[in-house]
């Protein structure tokens, strides 16, 4: 593997760590589709 | 055009060269003219990430696309979060500990030099085809609507991103990138809440969404499988993720973007923001093609939006009952539209169901004329599977919005051509000077030299991108076919990509003849398969991965018998 230099990793300015932020993006896509699921069942 | 128009138009473009050059002052060395000095902050390299994929293609053809099919394109979006999610964790703090300036060159510190040098070529195939498209394609649908040379409109847009992208690099290609998604976010916000204020006074923005469902045209979630159906949920979901961990992860055009980023945080929070506001974006977009569908209910459309190719096919025989009938099932549709809106207003459940299935078929025999339309113009010389859908939104532009947002929506076209293309040029230019002229023909020079080099660079692809343009006229059908060509390519880079980040005991020779037997399967697929173009990068990266791992293991094993 190549060598790593030292770069530092600053946690995101929200949910403390980008753990819980990819989380939440994870769940923003599941909302989105239920959202655009409904939609579509709505307006079929 | 009007002069207001002609105003709003050239004061865009003005304002977006000019803006773009004042922010790049300054980029006098290598590392600042191709990476910014690595000094961006989160929200340009966003803005511009989002720009460089937005097309202006994507904007014709997007709004076309809802018309026509209703609004599940939006489904090729789905994979977009999930592939964010693992560029961030894994792809970017790599890339920027490693301090590349290239995606492939951390290939040769992963890999070796030859793994290198095929992503590079391959990379420059790929996105080479398609710089001199990004700028034909929308030239000629705006020079059939306008009525201007195609000569004239990719002139224009190339002589305006080869001059800033020469003069400022990445810098000046950020900036304007920024300032082209102010115009095109303003652009369509005022093109849809147009569309609505032309609607018919008896028709409210709760009718016009009715009209558009039950016309099939808010159909966003389709879950219905089907191996070559391109849009629903399923390749959505696991084919358009690879689509887009190849193309954040290992396209150059996209991975320049967040390298320029100050921190790893700082390029993280770029990707998350496309991660959120690219659906909801495409979502917006389709559904101004499916409002320009509920405002065609009620002023007749031409059958064919494409004038020029109408205008040949009138004066034939065959036209005329055509027309006939098409202006029939017009007036039938628009009545039953009227009908059935009236019956939901009235929550009379029996009308409405017996209203929409009328609805639906005069919905089928619009379909059939404008169908048949298209199929007199391609036994009439005209061009192979000719499809008027790029044209349908311009069209509506040009004939219905007022003075002033004509202008401001073709400027919204011309900066999305400009951000895709100034992106693909300068990312060109980068893997040109980086991966081979600084690998394989001058080593060890001074920065101002490369600098120069990449000046040069660039000013070769953008005029390589203007004259391919210029042949796009010859090639004809063949551009929806490069678009298709695109994705042939990503699968094997991805999985070139995975290897290197997945599994640490694969070697370079192993990843090498993967991806040679990538791009052989990838094509058999492509000319004797039948499946929709997602699934090639799923196919591609696997059987890179899979094939590494053979060969792998194969070595070890034939080694440790040895010993």
């Not at chain 2, 859908?389 to 900066?415: D, E, H, K, M, W």
Request: charged residues 15%.
């Amino acid at each position: 593997m190549p060598d790593l230099r030292e770069v530092p990793d600053e946690p995101p300015p929200f949910l403390g760590t980008w753990r819980r932020v990819y989380v939440g993006i994870l769940i923003y896509l599941v909302v989105i589709i239920t959202v655009f699921y409904l939609f579509t069942r709505a307006y079929r | 055009m009007r002069p207001a128009d002609w105003i709003v138009l050239i004061a865009s473009l003005v304002s977006i060269v000019a803006y773009g050059l004042y922010r790049s002052r300054g980029s006098n060395t290598v590392d600042r003219y191709l990476l910014a000095g690595r000094s961006m902050p989160w929200y340009a390299m966003a803005l511009s990430i989002m720009a460089t994929q937005a097309s202006a293609i994507t904007f014709i053809s997007t709004t076309g696309q809802s018309y026509v099919d209703g609004m599940r394109f939006v489904q090729a979006y789905f994979g977009l979060p999930l592939a964010m999610v693992v560029i961030c964790a894994t792809v970017v703090p790599v890339f920027h500990r490693t301090k590349v300036y290239t995606a492939y060159e951390y290939l040769e510190k992963r890999f070796d030099g030859k793994t290198r040098t095929l992503a590079s070529v391959i990379f420059l195939c790929q996105r080479g085809l398609s710089a001199g498209l990004t700028i034909y394609a929308p030239a000629i649908v705006l020079s059939i609507i306008l009525g201007w040379p195609e000569r004239v409109t990719t002139l224009m847009m190339g002589a305006t991103v080869v001059t800033y992208t020469v003069i400022g690099g990445i810098k000046a290609v950020t900036w304007s990138d920024v300032q082209q998604m102010c115009i095109i976010f303003l652009g369509l916000v005022i093109a849809l809440v147009t569309v609505i204020v032309l609607l018919p006074s008896s028709v409210s923005f709760g009718d016009a969404v009715y009209l558009a469902g039950a016309a099939g045209r808010l159909n966003a979630v389709t879950t219905d499988f089907s191996w070559n159906d391109r849009f629903n949920i399923w390749s959505g979901l696991l084919g358009s993720t690879f689509l887009f961990l190849s193309y954040f992860g290992c396209d150059q055009s996209q991975v320049q973007r967040y390298l320029t980023g100050r921190s790893i945080a700082q390029s993280r929070l770029s990707l998350l923001f496309n991660a959120v506001a690219k659906i909801p974006m495409q979502f917006f977009i389709l559904f101004i093609g499916a409002m320009v569908f509920v405002f065609y209910l009620f002023i007749q459309p031409p059958v064919l939006f494409q004038h020029a190719e109408l205008s040949r096919i009138q004066g034939m025989s065959d036209f005329q009952p055509m027309q006939a009938q098409y202006n029939q099932a017009f007036e039938h549709r628009r009545q039953v539209a009227l009908a059935l809106a009236e019956a939901h207003h009235a929550g009379d459940s029996a009308a409405e169901s017996r209203h929409v299935s009328e609805y639906r078929s005069a919905q089928k025999e619009i379909d059939d004329a404008r169908e048949r339309a298209s199929r007199l113009v391609e036994s009439t010389g005209g061009e192979k599977g000719f499809s008027d859908t790029n044209y349908i939104f311009l069209s509506f532009v040009t004939r219905y919005l007022p003075t002033g947002i004509v202008g401001l929506v073709i400027a919204v076209i011309f900066a999305a051509t400009m951000s895709a293309s100034s992106g693909e040029i300068n990312s060109l230019a980068t893997v040109t000077v980086v991966d081979l002229y600084k690998r394989y023909v001058r080593r060890g020079a001074e920065d101002h030299h490369y600098l120069m080099a990449s000046r040069w660079a660039t000013l070769f692809w953008g005029v390589y991108a203007v004259t391919f343009a210029g042949w796009g006229k010859k090639l004809g059908s063949l551009i929806v076919a490069v678009n298709v060509v695109g994705s042939l390519f990503y699968g094997s880079l991805l999985g070139c990509f995975v290897l290197a980040f997945a599994f640490p005991r694969v070697r370079g020779t192993a990843t090498f003849i993967g991806m040679l037997a990538g791009e052989v399967v990838i094509f058999a697929t492509f000319f004797y398969g039948n499946i929709g173009y997602l699934w090639f990068n799923v196919i591609g990266c696997v059987v890179v991965v899979a094939t590494a791992l053979l060969i792998t293991a194969a070595t070890s094993s034939t080694l440790t018998s040895s010993k």
